[in-house]
Each structure stands twice: as C-alpha cells, then as structure tokens.
C-alpha cells in the first residue's frame, strides 16, 4: 500500500486498474480484449483503404466515414498499450508524463469522433433535405477542409489539459481508476488546487454536450423532413439510409454519457462498474462502427465480398493447378 498513499514524496508513477478483486483472472480477459483490438485495428484499416482506393466510395459520406474510421483507430492504439500491461502482465504502473500524453489523445480523439457525428448528421440532412445540390455542396475539398479544421479545433480543445495536469502536485494517491488515464480520474489524485482543471473540465464537457444536441437537432430537421414525404415506402427508404449513424451515435455516446453520469453523480458505486463502463467507452466504438456500416452499406458490403470471392477464386485455381 506504499505506493498507493505517499505523505511525503511527490508521486512521478501512476498506478491503473484492471479489473477490481478479479486480478486472477486478467489473463483470460486479456484473449477478447486482444481479439478486439485486432478486429477494431483491421477493420478501420480496411474501411479507410476500400475508401481510398475505390472511386466508386468517392463520396461526401464516405469521406466522413473515412475520418470516423481514423478516429476509432487513434482511439484504440492509444489506450492498447495500457490494456495490453495490465492484462496481459498485470503491469499497471504508468509514469506521469506517459499519463498526460495518453489522457491527451484519448481525449483528443473522442472529441474528434463527435465531431465527425456532428458532421455525418449534417450530411444526411443536406442528402435528405436538398439531394439534388447534395454533392456541390459538399464536395472533395470541403470536406478535406472540414476535417482538416475539425481535427486542428479538437486537438487545440484538448491541448491544455495535459498541461494543467502537470501543473499540480500529487504526493498522497497514486491508484487510477481504470485501465487508462483520464483527465477527470487524474485531476482528483491531486494535493494541489485543481480549481482550473475543473473549470476547463467542464467547459469541455459542456462542448460535448453542445454537440450531442446538434446531432439531437439535425434529427428533428430529418425526421421533419422525412415526414413531409408523401410515399411511406419513400420514408422508410430515407429513414434507412440514417440507420447506421444513429447506431454510431448510440454506440459512442451511451458509455460515454454513462461514465460521466458516473464520475459526476454516482460516486459510491463499485469500481467494476466504473472500470467495465470505461473500457466499454474505449473497446466497442472502434469495433461496432466498422462492422455497422460494412453490414448498412450495400457498397462496402459487396467490395468486401467480391475481395473474398476473388482470394477464394485464385486459391481454388491454385489447387487444381
């Protein structure tokens, strides 16, 4: 417990949670949060090169996809090694400086992906609201600026907080709370006035929620819009074209929104379910995203499967020759 509460020395080591009381057991985890890993890395790397190279993916809403997929992917390498340590070899000792620089990317690259939300649902009420002047009006070289000016807002969002961070003194606790750094988990560890991590804390958190109710307002807009639709086959065709990002949205902010629910108001429930919440956060959006829009779209659903029939093909013509 020495390294856990320290008096009189100013603490320059971290120490993350696996699994509370289940130490024994982080071996086993570690085999699906390994698969996860793998199929999340794989599957926006897939999606971002049938994206690139397919002219036929040329378009606004596969350009957004293509962002989301490289969010996903920033997100999971930047909380793998962690992970990979505590359940792997049930090392969960962090320096500070490698705490700072984690909590900034994973923060970093969750802003980010709400904001790609932002954008997809602004790219479905333009298709669905004005579908004629849908591709001038996004086009190639916005988008890239969008994402451009999207990823540079982000990450100067984020930026303060690993210096804020480092600003305060820690010389009491030690132990983290998950299985990687957050700025709110870090932040509470200190024994020095965090008054203006608090503040900017919430100005951050008030930002997500300003863009949670964006995407709130462009489905009000759609909904609107499509109700407005005569043919109720013609709705249903439109409604199922948002399907896919709804899922995204859900998929992402449900956890999220649940452990803030959790650090804000819920303080004395269990660490488990703190720490399982977490990694719920981290693990499925860059898992689910992939696998929702290769099953929703038809167009990456039939480039996967004519790659396979083609692999198929060639290794059968291998064996008969």
């Known amino acids: 417990m020495a390294f856990f509460n320290?008096?009189?020395?100013?603490?320059?080591t971290f120490f993350l949670t696996g699994i509370p009381g289940l130490e024994y057991v982080h071996i086993w985890v570690s085999i699906p949060v390994?698969?996860?890993?793998?199929?999340?890395?794989?599957g926006n790397c897939t999606i971002i090169y049938f994206i690139k190279t397919e002219t036929s993916l040329h378009e606004p809403m596969y350009y957004f996809l293509s962002i989301l997929a490289f969010s996903d992917l920033g997100l999971?390498?930047?909380s793998l090694p962690t992970m990979l340590r505590i359940f792997l070899f049930n090392a969960n000792g962090i320096s500070s400086d490698a705490c700072f620089a984690q909590e900034f990317f994973i923060h970093g690259f969750s802003a980010m992906e709400s904001s790609v939300l932002l954008m997809m649902s602004i790219d479905r009420f333009i298709a669905i609201y004005n579908p004629l002047r849908y591709t001038s009006i996004l086009t190639g070289a916005r988008i890239i600026k969008m994402g451009l000016a999207l990823a540079s807002f982000c990450m100067l969002l984020i930026l303060p907080f690993p210096f804020i961070?480092?600003?305060?003194?820690?010389?009491?606790?030690?132990?983290l709370s998950h299985s990687y750094c957050l700025h709110?988990?870090?932040?509470?560890?200190?024994?020095?006035d965090n008054r203006v991590n608090v503040i900017y804390g919430m100005v951050v958190a008030l930002a997500a929620m300003f863009v949670l109710l964006?995407?709130?307002?462009?489905?009000?807009?759609?909904?609107?819009?499509?109700?407005?639709?005569?043919?109720?086959?013609?709705?249903?065709?439109?409604l199922n074209t948002c399907i896919s990002h709804i899922c995204a949205v859900l998929i992402f902010y449900v956890p999220i929104v649940t452990l803030?629910?959790?650090?804000?108001f819920a303080k004395n429930v269990t660490p488990v379910v703190r720490v399982i919440t977490a990694d719920v956060f981290i693990l499925i959006p860059p898992l689910m995203n992939p696998i929702v829009y290769s099953v929703k779209s038809q167009q990456i659903r039939n480039l996967i499967h004519s790659k396979l029939c083609d692999r198929?093909?060639?290794?059968?013509?291998?064996?008969?020759t």
């Open 260 to 264: 803030a629910i959790i650090h804000r």
């Open 165 to 175: 961070l480092k600003r305060l003194k820690y010389c009491k606790k030690s132990l």
């Open 184 to 192: 709110q988990d870090v932040m509470k560890l200190a024994c020095s």
């Open 34 to 42: 390994c698969l996860i890993y793998i199929t999340s890395i794989l």
């Open 312 to 320: 198929q093909g060639c290794s059968m013509k291998a064996q008969l």
């Open 76 to 78: 999971s390498i930047s």
């Open 6 to 12: 320290t008096s009189d020395l100013e603490i320059s």
């Open 214 to 238: 964006c995407i709130s307002v462009s489905y009000i807009m759609i909904l609107r819009t499509v109700l407005g639709i005569a043919s109720h086959q013609s709705r249903l065709k439109v």
